[in-house]
């Protein structure tokens, strides 16, 4: 038995609006992401959510004082 313990699970939900061509592209992006690389590899698929993330923080920041 190990003596360390793992801390617990800790699951944050942020809800954010995305404009119709935002979703499209999160849409899109996740299902090819589910489709190609979690048949192969969680970390790869970690990887390209990460990546998946911060193109929509990166799109959000960009659209942010545009009305």
Do not use: N, W
């Not at 793992?6 to 996740?30: F, H, M, N």
């Not at 590899?41 to 009305?67: E, F, M």
Request: proline fraction near 1%; aromatic fraction near 4%.
């Amino acid at each position: 038995m190990s003596k360390f313990r793992r801390p617990a699970l800790t699951i944050t939900t942020c809800s954010v609006k995305l404009e119709e061509g935002q979703r499209d592209l999160y849409e899109t992006s996740r299902d090819a992401i589910a489709q190609h690389y979690l048949a192969e590899s969680h970390i790869v698929a970690l990887d390209a959510l990460l990546k998946l993330h911060r193109a929509c923080r990166r799109q959000q920041g960009s659209t942010a004082g545009q009305t």
